[in-house]
């Protein structure tokens, strides 16, 4: 009997199994919960195809609504999970997303990109790009979902992701920043949380924890086997001939990093390049000391995970900054 058990081919411990049949397992992430009402914040959510043939779907959000008529800010949301592991349907992810949305009052839709290794980088950010055009197809009020033509306000629209999340946060801002490219609405702006950015050359903290450094070195060159280099503008946006952040496709930033995250570093590099890259925007940063990377969906009824939500809803409920 043991002979019919799949052959492993190789393990990325902690995210995956791969067999030689071509299954892969995943361990993490994969306790989902489906889409609903939530009984504790009174947010509904429910999951939309956005392209069938690539299995390319995205989890709605929508908040109490005090009229039928009522708009609200948009937030096109991408999950973590180093581009391999989680998805929109993760408890984690399901439970952090209905706690955002009613504290912000926002609608979000949530993407479910594909991931990792069967389909590495730049799967991720062409399905989250596409999903993203999906989503401004509602501006004129006449696209297929309801809930977009009739409570999106296309007028305030944001980005924001976690670790890898954030990665496709940037890309994609930088993509519509673009002018051939004609997104069709402007981005108001993107919130980076514990962003994954990184290097092949070690900075501030980083190898001071050696272990943690070395599987962080090795997951760009697994999940994006094409572009393997630590220093590819997509990691490494500050990377020597990296296009210009100028370029950033949105009227506001926000970068949030933890004290112990071995990621941290990065989120600050990017804070103070972009801060002075000449990008006509306002950027802002906000440190969560004694916590670790994407510590909030580990523990969301934390003080600290709780004042993170906090952060992010104000973030959203801004107006668009002055351009001087």
């Not at 949105?250 to 004290?259: D, G, P, S, T, Y």
């Amino acid at each position: 009997m043991e002979s019919s058990k799949p052959e492993l081919d190789y393990e990325f411990l902690p995210y995956v199994r791969v067999y030689k049949d071509g299954h892969v397992e995943r361990l993490l992430g994969t306790d989902t919960i489906p889409a609903s009402l939530d009984s504790r914040t009174g947010v509904s959510s429910k999951d939309v195809p956005i392209i069938q043939e690539s299995a390319i779907s995205a989890r709605l959000y929508l908040p109490n609504l005090i009229s039928a008529t009522q708009k609200l800010p948009l937030l096109v949301y991408f999950h973590g999970g180093g581009f391999c592991v989680v998805s929109t349907s993760t408890s984690m992810c399901h439970h952090y997303l209905n706690s955002l949305v009613a504290e912000a009052n926002i609608v979000a839709v949530s993407v479910d990109y594909r991931r990792a290794p069967e389909h590495p980088l730049p799967t991720a950010y062409e399905d989250s790009w596409a999903a993203l055009q999906w989503v401004v197809s509602h501006s004129n009020g006449e696209g297929h979902e309801s809930w977009l033509n009739s409570h999106a306000d296309f007028s305030r629209v944001f980005l924001a992701g976690d670790s890898a999340g954030a990665n496709i946060a940037h890309n994609i801002a930088m993509l519509a920043g673009r002018p051939e490219v004609g997104l069709g609405v402007g981005l108001l702006g993107v919130a980076l949380v514990h962003p994954y950015f990184w290097g092949s050359q070690s900075i501030g903290s980083e190898a001071t924890d050696p272990e943690r450094k070395a599987f962080v070195d090795r997951l760009w060159p697994y999940v994006c086997p094409s572009m393997p280099d630590n220093d590819d503008p997509h990691i490494n946006p500050v990377a020597a001939g990296a296009p210009s952040l100028l370029g950033l496709g949105c009227f506001r930033v926000l970068v949030c990093v933890a004290e112990k995250d071995v990621l941290r570093d990065r989120g600050w590099l990017y804070y103070e390049s972009l801060a002075r890259s000449g990008w006509v925007g306002v950027v802002e940063i906000t440190e969560t000391e004694g916590e670790d990377h994407v510590f909030h969906l580990y523990n969301p009824t934390c003080e600290n995970a709780k004042d993170l939500i906090k952060r992010l809803a104000s973030f959203f409920n801004r107006d668009k900054p002055p351009i001087l």
